[in-house]
């Protein structure tokens, strides 16, 4: 959907702010406030995951009414980013619900246990990739968005370049990161989000999110030179 007209200037840049959203209650109210991409999940005390098929289509209708996005969190559990073949089912199946209700795009991430720590899951990313495709080949859509998550903050800084080349290849769209561990003031990932963002260059987008807010988001947009920022507190919402 067309939303240039409503990007917010800052700097010389269109901002776009995604609004991360537990369900649909504060999503009026985000775009009211400036938002025109929202990221709809539940279950934000665990990091997010799959809305209900109800939350997915209610939402994506009133956004679309309002003239902004929504982007679909495809995950069936907390904890890992680690996924059995079960699980995987459950997303090949949640990702084809809404992309079937309309989503502008779908925000997953997957990983797997290597030596060092976390390494890029691509046998599991590949199967979701070509789900959403044949999802948006049955609906007789257009190809939608993918964002892959802040799984990408498990990977080692070395890991991350080349994950960003395989992403980049399977046509991921953008990547969500807060450039580093979590919890760290986003101020202290300046230096990896500058990183990650020159050697992405143009072929796909590095969205920066976790710890920004209203307070900083312009400081962190003028700082890493961004046009689009994503938190639960980066539109101002009231109390």
Partial sequence: MPVGKHLLSFGGLSMLYEFCAENFERVPAAIDAGARRIELCDNLAVGGTAPSAGVISATTNYVHEHDARVMCMIR??????????????MMEMDLGLAV????????FGCCKPCAGGWALDELTLGALVMAAGCAT???KRDPIDITFHMAFDQLSPEAQLDAI????????TRILTHGGTAGTPIEDNFENLVRLIEYAGDRLTILPGGGISTANRDTVAAALGVSELHGTKIVPLGV
């Fill in 165 to 172: 080349d395989t992403l980049a290849d399977c046509g991921v």
């Fill in 76 to 89: 069936p559990r907390g904890g890992d980013f680690h996924y059995n073949q079960d699980e995987l089912r």
């Fill in 100 to 107: 079937s209700a309309g989503v502008d795009g779908l925000v």
């Fill in 137 to 139: 080949e049955e609906c």
